[in-house]
């Protein structure tokens, strides 16, 4: 297989732009990499792609989400098939392809959450971006400019991942402190939880926030246990910060990672970039694939597009 990275569709908050630059913070190869917040799981495929693990769990609470990952891992062909039959259907739909996503996504909160009807959701939602009401019925509107992803273009992509991943991937959906649980020496943990905006209070993509203090006390029982860890958790944009940092006494190396030119500065006249921190446990020094010194922040110059 070649070393170019697939991926399933377009999901907001997706960090399969930067996963390149997470990478170079991993070591080249270790036991098992555990995803409590897994979304698409762009750092799994990456990370399959290059062999550097021999297993890996994936976990999300979003089953849905969960159930299109684990068909296309394990059941690739049946996924493409029941996706291209939703997919076809809106060009024949008497109503017409937008009449058509919101009788899939009526189906949907009515209990059909089948693989097919979420990626569906997923592809022709605006922006990838998956979003729940307070009782937990999907509530983003469609795309009025495109059809979502193509079953032909799809397939090649699911193929690919289930290539690298079947055999070697657990599925969960429990609560992350859960999989923290599991976690053991020689596991490497990669965690993008929902952003700090959202913490104590509920994100419409994960049912629940999650408590700062919680969090803390679960990085700090990875520490104690030697569990090597990363952590996605906030960031910034021209002369503001998002978030609060993770506390000093957890020794964590903080780098902050080039995500590219703001959208929303853009569509107020300015040029700011955007920089997405990124967390190294301080049993990670040393084990890096990367030839930099973590031992300062860094600052990638490079603009991902």
Known sequence: MSGTVPHIVQYQGSKRILAPQILQYMPRRFERLVEPFAGMAAITIANAVQGRADKYIVNDLNKPLVSVL??????????????AQVWNAQFSYSGG???????????????DQSPANMLYLLARCVKGSVRY????????????????????????????????????????TSDYREVLETTRPGDLVY?????????????????????????????????????????SYDGQCGDRQYGEDLP????????????????QSLLLGKKEVTYE???????????????KSITQPLLFDKIAV
Request: glycine share 10%; charged share 20%; hydrophobic share 35%.
């Open 70 to 83: 684990q068909a296309a891992v394990e059941s690739p062909m049946d996924l493409v098939s029941g996706y």
């Open 97 to 111: 392809s937008i009449s058509h996503f919101y009788k899939v996504r009526d189906d949907f909160n009515g209990g």
């Open 133 to 172: 009401s307070s009782n937990g019925q999907f509530n983003q509107s469609p795309d009025k400019r495109r059809h979502g992803t193509s079953p032909k273009t799809l397939k090649p992509n699911v193929q690919a991942i289930s290539w690298h991943l079947n055999g070697r991937t657990t599925f969960l």
């Open 191 to 231: 965690m993008d939880p929902p952003y700090q905006g959202v913490c104590n209070a509920r994100d419409n993509r994960y049912f629940s926030g999650i408590e700062f203090s919680d969090f803390v006390e679960a990085v700090d029982m990875l520490n104690r246990r030697g569990v090597d860890f990363l952590i």
């Open 248 to 263: 000093k006494e957890l020794g964590l190396e903080k780098v902050l990672l080039n995500a590219g030119l703001s959208s």
């Open 277 to 291: 921190a990124l967390y190294i446990s301080r049993g990670l020094r040393g084990k890096t694939s990367t030839s």
